[in-house]
């Protein structure tokens, strides 16, 4: 499947953010289809930050998330990826997967995880 028959498969009326997730996806297709399957993680990271510039998309690279219990700070998260303020992206290769994006072996995967705190 490309980024443009994406928007026509998944639009749901109950996700939030969704023409930016579909962006976003969209953009992991096109960097998984035009660099295919094998590549370490960093080239796909690497392809996705070019590919979200490319669609105009603001975005934020390895950010820095507390960890807390009980309030207090007891340790730390690196996000790949912060997307308009809003959406979360962690992205993997192969068999791994992650909150969003996945370039495995045959395709991009992807599922979303809503987080309302």
Do not use: C, W
């Amino acid at each position: 499947m490309d980024s443009k028959g994406i928007k026509n498969t998944i639009k749901r009326q109950d996700l939030l953010y969704p023409e930016l997730s579909y962006k976003i996806v969209g953009s992991a297709f096109d960097v998984y289809n035009e660099l295919g399957s094998g590549h370490s993680e960093k080239y796909y990271e690497k392809g996705l930050a070019e590919a979200l510039s490319k669609n105009n998309l603001k975005f934020k690279e390895q950010i820095s998330f507390p960890i807390k219990y009980n309030n207090k700070i007891i340790g730390r998260k690196i996000l790949d990826f912060l997307v308009e303020d809003k959406i979360v992206v962690e992205i993997k290769k192969g068999n791994r997967f992650s909150n969003l994006i996945n370039f495995g072996n045959e395709d991009v995967v992807f599922k979303r995880i809503i987080n309302f705190s």
